[in-house]
T-cell receptor, first 112, second 112 residues
């Protein structure tokens, strides 16, 4: 079993739709949960991170963590064509340096 | 210069060649990382340097040799690579105490 599971997609939605991206994980020791966005031929860009359980909102993006279910989500409201990218979830343990465990990424396409 | 810069952006090398990848960070971070990204696979952590000291070697073959002369620079020396080593190699940096990692644009390596 992989430590982090993420549906690779692709996910295709019309502009303006609400997008839901998800990851599940197996290690209950993870404490930090990150979402990265990666455009084609670019490096990953950190969107937001959450510590432990709960929600975090930043503009059109909302991250949710449910540690009891080992499930994290990223919601994108009013999706735009510029949101078309691969979205990577990543997790790390509490404390120390940043040893990230990544999901395989979900490719999202937002069409006008 | 801002963020994390990687050179070269693209590299084609034969199996008998020796080449080096370079990474430089301008964020004042004290931890630097090499990740490998292959098609349809999660990012794989290769090496971690914390205050110039290697703190993680994720069972990487010896044909990959990292070097960290100071907290701002990181190299990956390559020799006698195999075609399956073709991938996007990403450098990242972070503060030791923080969960956020910032990535460079990557070097697209092709081994022929």
């Amino acid at each position: 079993q992989k430590e982090v599971e993420q549906d690779p997609g692709p996910l295709s939605v019309p502009e303006g739709a609400i997008v839901s991206l998800n990851c599940t994980y197996s290690n209950s020791a993870f404490q930090y949960f990150m979402w990265y966005r990666q455009y084609s031929r670019k490096g990953p860009e950190l969107l937001m991170y959450t510590y432990s359980s709960g929600n975090k909102e930043d503009g059109r993006f909302t991250a949710q963590v449910d540690k009891s279910s080992k499930y994290i989500s990223l919601f994108i409201r009013d999706s735009q064509p510029s949101d078309s990218a691969t979205y990577l979830c990543a997790m790390s343990f509490s404390g120390g340096y940043n040893k990230l465990i990544f999901g395989a990424g979900t490719r999202l396409a937002v069409h006008p | 210069e801002t963020g994390v810069t990687q050179t070269p952006r693209h590299l084609v090398m034969g199996m008998t060649n020796k080449k080096s990848l370079k990474c430089e960070q301008h964020l004042g971070h004290n931890a630097m990382y090499w990740y490998k990204q292959s098609a349809k696979k999660p990012l794989e952590l290769m090496f971690v340097y914390n205050f110039k000291e290697q703190t993680e070697n994720n069972s990487v073959p010896s044909r990959f040799s990292p070097e960290c002369p100071n907290s701002s620079h990181l190299f990956l020396h390559l020799h006698t690579l195999q075609p399956e080593d073709s991938a996007l190699y990403l450098c990242a940096s972070s503060q030791e105490t923080g969960p956020e990692a910032f990535f460079g644009q990557g070097t697209r390596l092709t081994v022929v």
